[in-house]
T-cell receptor
Framework: DTAVSQTPKYLVTQMGNDKSIKCEQNLGHDTMYWYKQDSKKFLKIMFS???????INETVPNRFSPKSPDKAHLNLHINSLELGDSAVYFCASSQEGRGAGVDTQYFGPGTRLTVL | SQKIEQNSEALNIQEGKTATLTCNYT??????LQWYRQDPGRGPVFLLL?????KEKRKERLKVTFDTTLKQSLFHITASQPADSATYLCALVRGGFKTIFGAGTRLFVKA
């Protein structure tokens, strides 16, 4: 009965490779997010999708491309991986993010990406 | 630019005491503020939410205050237990989808 799941949990890869992280939520939420948590533990939003529509696209290199095939899934593809991409990536979802909605977010377990 | 500050140093307290964590922010007018708990190797878990027009919110042993004049929120855990040891994140939301998180404060509760 996992609410927000991510795969893989760990990802170790060489610089220059392309990799994907998958996220799925079974909460029926309309909004999904990708966050990056760096070594200093700051959780920074990267992207947000609402009903498959991209609504937040922070200052993120265009090597990062999110894809939402349906509102229960939000995948993150990263091209030409760099050392600085090493971090923990969290997927999250919320019921309502627009306007006056209560934006309580449910997070996945995270994917620890290590670029060598 | 918007900034959220939480105590970067870990907070060590004795079991049974009240833990108080601080969240200060600048250049921002959040509609509401949230507190999350994060354990090592796991994603954050939502604890409490307080709106800009609320002064205080309680949930079991947890209490949150929100002072929009001081631009500060305090998070209290009463009768703390070793199981409360974790990192606690403050998060600000204006509306829409963007939530801004603080770096968190690590709490250690000693038995």
């Amino acid at each position: 009965d996992t609410a927000v799941s991510q795969t893989p949990k760990y990802l170790v890869t060489q610089m220059g490779n392309d990799k994907s992280i998958k996220c799925e939520q079974n909460l029926g939420h309309d909004t999904m997010y990708w966050y990056k948590q760096d070594s200093k533990k700051f959780l920074k939003i990267m992207f947000s999708y609402n009903n498959k529509e991209l609504i937040i696209n922070e200052t993120v290199p265009n090597r990062f491309s999110p894809k939402s095939p349906d509102k229960a899934h939000l995948n993150l593809h990263i091209n030409s991986l760099e050392l600085g991409d090493s971090a923990v990536y969290f997927c999250a979802s919320s019921q309502e993010g627009r306007g006056a909605g209560v934006d309580t977010q449910y997070f996945g377990p995270g994917t620890r990406l290590t670029v060598l | 630019s918007q900034k959220i500050e939480q105590n970067s140093e870990a907070l060590n307290i004795q079991e049974g005491k009240t833990a108080t964590l601080t969240c200060n922010y600048t250049n921002y007018s959040p509609a509401y503020l949230q507190w999350y708990r994060q354990d090592p190797g796991r994603g954050p878990v939502f604890l409490l939410l307080i709106r800009e027009n609320e002064k205080e919110k309680r949930k079991e042993r947890l209490k949150v205050t929100f002072d929009t004049t001081l631009k500060q929120s305090l998070f209290h855990i009463t009768a703390s237990q070793p199981a409360d040891s974790a990192t606690y994140l403050c998060a600000l939301v204006r509306g829409g989808f963007k939530t801004i998180f603080g770096a968190g404060t690590r709490l250690f509760v000693k038995a």
